[in-house]
């Protein structure tokens, strides 16, 4: 299976995006005042900021091998 495109929405945007794109660099390939695409690995990963009235909840993970540690 390769999944090309995953979209999820975010209810504390500006955190998931610093959090993202700060903590595991990963690259920032757009982005809008409500949304931000990044790349992981062969994957798109598009957050959307979610409405106040909305509390999304994911699980997800990434698997690094260990020799990919700093």
Not at 10 to 24: G, P, V
Not at 28 to 49: Q, Y
């Amino acid at each position: 299976m390769n999944i090309k495109h995953v979209t999820m929405y975010a209810s504390n945007f500006d955190a998931t995006k610093q959090f993202y794109l700060n903590k595991f660099q990963f690259p920032l390939i757009s982005e809008d005042s409500d949304r931000f695409t990044m790349n992981v690995g062969k994957t798109t990963v598009t957050f959307i900021e979610a409405s106040l009235n909305e509390i999304p909840f994911y699980h997800f993970a990434f698997d690094i091998p260990s020799n990919q540690f700093e």
